[in-house]
């Protein structure tokens, strides 16, 4: 088949123009649990429960949902530090009573803008058991595949820079900031999010808060757990992607990290995989080893936090479909060169790969597309190839999802005429 053609410049012409933050120092060896995804299935009974499935099993359980079935509830991340969860300090709401909605007149149900104690200039406060509450992937998925369209249109009204961040070497982490503004939906918000490579699982590597704004005047109406939004919009976009890049002939999905007809399950710490396979109900397959894994299977995903390649190109089945989700630094590798310069590449934003995926800098990979060309048809869906679609996330994805929630919780809430 003829290669897929090129209207972007040179990779390292582009690399010229977006010089990467300089790269972290050096970390100290490892443990094995460090390159599993976060352990949701080690997270302790009193987390907020949700039916939608992790972030992994989402593109499997929307293309197949009759052949995996997962238990319901199932908790979606490991336990969130009090220090880091909405605080209820603010008070209870002296003009309002206890209401079946609101019965412990804390700001997460009591402040919102514009209503009840609100009136002052209280943000409404969304912890991640609301958060979760709200947000259901069914309704998010179509908000996402057309603010993905409009942001790689150029003209789609969203404007959003690269996520900024200030690297934190001494403890070998970082924070971000990722603001962006859709005219669509006319939404305003801003992540910020915390980055630590962990040094024991009773640590999650990321924490995040999103700030959701009034456009019209920049006033401050919600603040919510991120990392439910993180995850959620993480899976629907890997949906989006596995939607319009997957092989004609679907038959098995394979995971590197741990979690999921047949899907096949790797992971470093093989404890956790089996623990993950014992909840499902279907044909979940653990592997010793992640070659096995990835041998012979149509959809691959890896959301690891390894730097160093977990996924080689001579293990993969040609014309295979690969979600990269994990090694969001520029130093940071999951997949092999080869694999890299041989697929069909897409992402999610171009100047944020060319910035921020190790995958793509360290491998002089060539961009064929962002995923919103696809959407808008813009560019082909090459199925026939192996294709990569590698996912960074980036800060429209959390701003339209944060207005979805808000949007929800304020139906909900809205006071009667």
Known sequence: MDSPPSDLPPVSDTLTSSRPPPPLDPPPPLDPHL?????FLDAPSDLPQTLLPPSLLLPWTLLHPQTLRLPSPLPLRPSIPASFRPSSSLGPCPSLSPSPSCPSLSPSSCFPAGLGCGMSGAPLSLGAEEVARLLRVPGLLPLLEAALGRFSSGDGGVEQPVRSSVPLRRYRGFLGVMPAYSAQD??????????????????????????????????????????????????????????????????????????AQ???????????????AQKVTGAVQVCGTAQEAVSGADVVIT?????EPVLFGEWVK???HINAVGACRPEWRELDDTLMRNAVLY???REAAVCESGDVILSGAEIFAELGEVIVGNKPALCDRTTVFKSLGIAIEDTVTAKLVFDRWEAENKSSP
Not at 35 to 39: E, M, Q
Not at 219 to 228: F, S, T
């Open 347 to 349: 992402v999610d934003s």
């Open 35 to 39: 390159l599993d995804p976060p352990p």
């Open 318 to 320: 040609p014309g295979a």
């Open 262 to 276: 047949a899907v096949r399950v790797w992971s470093r710490t093989r404890e956790r995989a089996e623990r993950f």
């Open 303 to 307: 959301v690891t936090m390894a730097t």
């Open 186 to 259: 006319d939404a305003l918000a801003t992540k910020i999010i915390r980055f630590y490579q962990a040094t024991d699982s009773t640590n999650s590597s990321h924490l995040s808060t999103v700030l959701l704004f009034d456009p019209s005047n920049g006033i401050l109406k919600a603040v919510m757990d991120g990392v439910m939004i993180t995850d959620q919009r993480t899976a629907a976009v890997s949906a989006i992607a596995t939607k319009y890049l997957k092989p004609r002939c679907l038959d098995v999905l394979c995971i590197l990290g741990a979690g």
